[in-house]
């Protein structure tokens, strides 16, 4: 998979996460925002075991598989969604977008420290180059880093949390389907993360019923194409070229995020996001180790 097919299916992935950003910020504007987050996952959930029922992929996992699953769900679903949701109400839009372009290089560092993967130093320019590109985008417009809040340690604990849930998915991929893992995962994340729903946003369920009747086909959209089918490509992706190559992508996220917020919000474009959109190309084909393999592919063409 470590190949220019995988470079096109990541990058249609963070255009769809990346749309998937706007569409989140209306369903929360509209709805509790972590009841309807709770519910989001849960119907993504229940899609993935719907789509691995037609592929008879559904099966009982091992108690060693379901602790696996149960820590990835805690990491990857209930600390990342609950931690930025939360975050992002006590910090800046720049604060937090900057934390969160820091994935890719935690991700690497927690590879390097738990699965004993370094990453070579064309991927580690790859790494920073990206950061350098997400920091040219989230900080115009903005008057810049503000001074630290309890909503920039929430947005690092979120984007910690998931870098972390990168690993564990890296290393229960071996024994049970990954797209399985995913489906585990969103039940029983979403599942608890409804549960403090419950508790954080009494009424909200009473709530649901006032929204407009077209922000469910958004939430429909969201839940399946993004959070169920996104999921199931990303998950996959890391079992097969590893979580700090996966997450290389996540770069790409913040442009495609400005894309879909400019289209569906109004947002403005202006010549720095560009310059930031062209540190984070050559930072994804550098991260991702495409470019060592096109030049490993030309050595043995020579050869």
């Known amino acids: 998979m470590k190949n220019l097919w995988t470079l096109l299916f990541m990058t249609i992935l963070m255009a769809i996460w990346g749309f998937n950003v706007p569409t989140i910020k209306i369903l929360v504007t509209e709805f509790p925002p972590i009841t309807i987050t709770g519910l989001r996952i849960l119907t993504a959930g229940v899609v993935v075991f719907i789509i691995l029922g037609f592929m008879r992929k559904v099966r009982k996992p091992t108690s060693k598989e379901a602790l696996y699953i149960f820590f990835g769900g805690m990491f990857s679903i209930v600390g990342h969604h609950y931690f930025l949701s939360n975050g992002l109400i006590e910090t800046t839009a720049a604060n937090g977008g900057l934390i969160l372009g820091t994935g890719p290089i935690l991700t690497a560092i927690l590879s390097a420290a738990v699965l004993k993967t370094m990453p070579s ?3 580690m320019i790859g790494f920073l180059l990206g950061i350098a590109g997400v920091i ?3 900080l115009v417009g903005n008057e810049g880093i503000s001074g630290l809040s309890l909503g920039d340690l ?6 910690l949390s998931q870098a972390f849930s990168f690993i564990l998915i890296s290393k229960a991929a071996r024994t049970i389907d990954s797209r399985l893992l995913t489906g585990y995962m969103l039940l029983s994340g979403g599942a608890i993360l409804f549960l403090i729903s419950l508790w954080t ?4 369920i009473g709530q649901l019923s006032s929204a407009p009747a077209y922000t469910w086909w958004i939430f429909l959209a969201s839940a399946v194409l993004a959070t169920a089918i996104g999921q199931m490509g990303y998950n996959y992706a890391i079992s097969k070229i590893g979580p700090a190559e996966a997450s290389v992508f996540l770069n790409l996220n913040t442009f495609f995020a400005l894309v879909g917020s400019a289209l569906l919000l109004n947002e403005t474009i202006t010549v720095f996001h560009l310059i930031g959109l062209l540190l984070i ?12 393999e096109m030049l490993r592919r030309r050595r043995r063409k020579v050869n």
Do not use: D, K, T
Request: charged share 5%.
């Open 121 to 123: 130093l064309i991927q």
């Open 136 to 138: 040219f985008i989230v």
């Open 154 to 159: 929430y947005v690092f604990l979120s984007i």
């Open 201 to 204: 946003e009494p009424g909200g």
């Open 281 to 292: 190309i050559p930072g994804v084909l550098f991260g991702s180790g495409a470019v060592e």
